[in-house]
């Protein structure tokens, strides 16, 4: 559908004379392919090389991928401090949900300053924005326990009714059942009632009414437990 040939050879020399030219998205595919061994040997270092020359080329995917290598140290040296101003790179170009989860991440299991939290607190808030459903369950346990930001059960409660939206089944929900136990018997009905107000506001739809009406005379519907 790319105008891609099929056949492996003519794509990857298809894709390596585009990428020679300056095309930034030809560069990410054969950064890609490099990265994957897909038509080409494995080669991790060569896969950053292409990696960088898109991301150049104003690429979010491809500052995210040699962000996602220097953090993981897949084939080249691990280094979190390049992979912080990669994925900041990622941002830079559009809001890039995964980017700003991981810089989430990122920062929250830096030095654990204060100041180190509320940045990670800000980027799992867009993240959970952009619906990430692994960012809205951090926002929700931040909120709940304090954590680079105002305790707030409520705040937690939303955040929590936003992840069992997004999530999918094979997400695993025990950690989202336990806060949510934990929430329970803080919230009045009055608060659970705001909390889902709320929640709906954030998704913005009615597909995942079901969750979002999870908080019910004290009950809660775990969807997909």
């Avoid at 995917?61 to 962000?67: G, H, R, W």
């Avoid at 810089?103 to 980027?123: C, D, F, H, K, P």
Wanted: charged residues 25%; proline residues 3%; positive net charge.
């Amino acid at each position: 559908g790319d105008g891609i040939p099929r056949d492996t050879a003519e794509a990857v020399n298809w894709r390596r004379k585009a990428a020679e030219r300056g095309d930034a998205e030809a560069q990410l595919r054969l950064g890609m392919m490099y990265a994957r061994g897909d038509g080409v040997p494995w080669d991790i270092k060569l896969a950053a090389t292409w990696f960088g020359h898109a991301m150049y080329g104003n690429n979010a995917e491809a500052a995210y991928q040699l962000a996602r290598l220097h953090e993981t140290g897949e084939g080249i040296e691990q280094n979190e401090a390049m992979a912080r101003k990669y994925y900041e790179w990622a941002t830079m170009y559009r809001p890039h949900v995964l980017a700003q989860y991981r810089l989430g991440m990122l920062y929250s299991r830096g030095r654990r300053t204060s100041e180190e939290q509320a940045v990670a607190t800000s980027w799992f808030r867009k993240a959970a924005a952009g619906r990430h459903a692994g960012a809205a369950l951090e926002m929700a346990d931040r909120y709940a326990r304090g954590t680079g930001v105002d305790k707030d059960p409520v705040q937690a409660c939303v955040f929590l009714l936003l992840h069992m939206a997004l999530r999918d089944e094979k997400t695993p929900a025990a950690k989202a059942k336990k806060l949510m136990d934990d929430l329970e018997r803080q919230l009045t009905p009055e608060q659970r009632a705001q909390a889902r107000q709320q929640a709906a506001v954030l998704i913005q739809c009615q597909e995942p009414r079901r969750q979002v009406q999870g908080l019910r005379h004290g009950a809660v519907v775990h969807a997909g437990d």
